[in-house]
């Protein structure tokens, strides 16, 4: 028996999906929960929209993320796609099990002071201006500087041209400069490795030390092993965070009455749990900074509404929709930074949930408050459907986030 045809969604909700995806989303909850994005020469890529299916999918032994199961797909810089996010058990279990310990919500949590620290500089030199862009003058430089500090990266390339590195090498462009790019990343992963070998019993204290050394001495993991995996922390390590803080600053600016809910005495990470740990988990329900899960493509044919999912098609699990069901959550549309309970998959669901989630947490716990309290009473310095988003495959980030003292 044949499918039944999908319908397509609307051309004018497509043409905002990067600005604004919730009435796409909203759209193929409800008429194409399992939906094909066919195009020639490319593999078929396959959008779950529904919150039971996408967490349903995300533990599903039938989907692979092995992207060499998809003929001809490449899905990201030559050379550094062999970490955890693109890989089956046991490479997974493997290469998870050598980057958690640095994870572990107890070595996370004395973090605190750094990260408060860290945020209160940036913010030192951000209140002597009106006019501040949030992301360029806080968001990015914090959560590149905490990845920075778990890893080991020198002070020396903790900056915004090793930024702008690694971001250029998940920025839709040209050939040309994707292959500069890459040029670009591997000689950087080349400095920052030797750095390692070299500092001979120095390494080891840090993430990558330790990983260099679990490829030297016991061969735990392989070169190519150990670029990717430095490569995906550098990378995740800052950009989701970054877009956690962006994306829940905007969604609070656009709020009041629940920013002001946030600026109450009794916020704060040290306090248990209170408003700022509720509102850091809305916040990441809300406009969730990883947007789709990452590669997953169909290791056996699959059965979803009526539509055939063949062996070696892509499943793109959308969590950012997913997130906004009204199914599963009331009101999903409306902010609500008190909301309990929040079972949101913003950090992914079961085998690959994000080995960085207490750090982002806490991030996000620190960040936020200090935001609203020094920065002041601001409002956006653009109309909201003027502000820049990144047009990236899986993230949901703005570009910049400028606002304006009132
Ligand atoms: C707000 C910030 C963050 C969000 C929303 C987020 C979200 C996610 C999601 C949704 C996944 C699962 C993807 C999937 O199953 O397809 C994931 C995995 C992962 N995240 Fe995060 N993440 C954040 C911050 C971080 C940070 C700070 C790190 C630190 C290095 C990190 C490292 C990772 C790694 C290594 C994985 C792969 C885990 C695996 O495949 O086993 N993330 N993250």
Same mark, same amino acid.
């Given at each position: 028996m044949s499918a039944p045809a999908v319908p397509s969604p609307p051309p004018e909700l497509l043409a905002v999906r990067v600005q604004d995806p919730y009435p796409l989303f909203a759209w193929l909850r409800e008429h194409a929960p399992a939906h094909p994005d066919r195009r020639d020469g490319r593999p078929t890529v396959w959008q779950i929209s529904r919150y039971d299916d996408v967490r349903a999918l995300l533990t599903d032994g039938r989907l692979s993320k092995d992207p060499g199961r998809v003929p001809g797909y490449v899905p990201g810089p030559a050379g550094l796609n062999r970490h955890l996010v693109h890989a089956d058990p046991p490479d997974h279990t493997r290469l998870r099990t050598l980057v958690n310990a640095a994870f572990v919500p107890r070595r996370i949590a004395q973090l605190e002071p750094f990260i408060a620290d860290v945020a209160n500089r940036l913010l030192d030199r951000v209140e002597q201006h009106t006019h501040v862009d949030v992301i360029a003058a806080f968001a990015a430089p914090l959560t590149f500087r905490m990845i920075c500090a778990i890893l080991g990266v020198p002070r020396e390339l903790d900056n915004a041209a090793t930024r702008d590195t690694l971001m250029a090498t998940i920025a839709p462009a040209p050939a040309v400069d994707a292959a500069r790019s890459e040029g670009d990343l591997h000689a950087l992963l080349d400095v920052l490795i030797a750095g390692k070998r070299a500092g001979g019993e120095r390494s080891g204290v840090d993430l990558l030390g330790a990983l260099v050394q679990a490829s030297d001495d016991s &061969?735990?993991?392989s070169e190519e092993e150990l670029r990717s995996t430095a490569y995906l922390l550098l990378l995740v390590g800052h950009d989701t965070t970054m877009n956690l803080i962006g994306n829940g600053l905007l969604a609070l600016l656009r709020n009041p009455g629940q920013a002001a809910r946030l600026? &109450? @005495? %009794? +916020?704060? @990470? %040290? +306090? &248990?749990?209170s408003p700022v740990g509720t509102a850091v988990e809305e916040l990441l329900r809300y406009d969730s900074p990883v947007r789709d899960a990452t590669f997953r493509c169909a290791a056996q044919p699959i059965r979803l509404h009526g539509q055939l999912i063949g062996e070696g098609d892509i499943v793109s699990l959308l969590i950012g929709s997913a997130n906004r069901d009204e199914t599963r959550f009331t009101d999903a549309d409306r902010l609500d930074v008190g909301r309990t309970p929040n079972d949101h998959l913003a950090f992914g669901y079961g085998p690959h949930f994000c080995i960085g989630a207490a750090l982002a947490r806490l991030e996000g716990a620190v960040a936020f408050p200090l935001l609203l309290r020094r920065l002041g009473p601001v409002h956006l310095a653009k109309p909201v459907d003027e502000l820049p988003w990144r047009p990236a495959r899986v993230m949901r980030g703005l570009a910049a986030l400028p606002v304006v003292g009132t």
């Open positions: &061969g735990a993991m600026t &109450g @005495p %009794e +916020s704060g @990470p %040290e +306090s &248990g749990p």
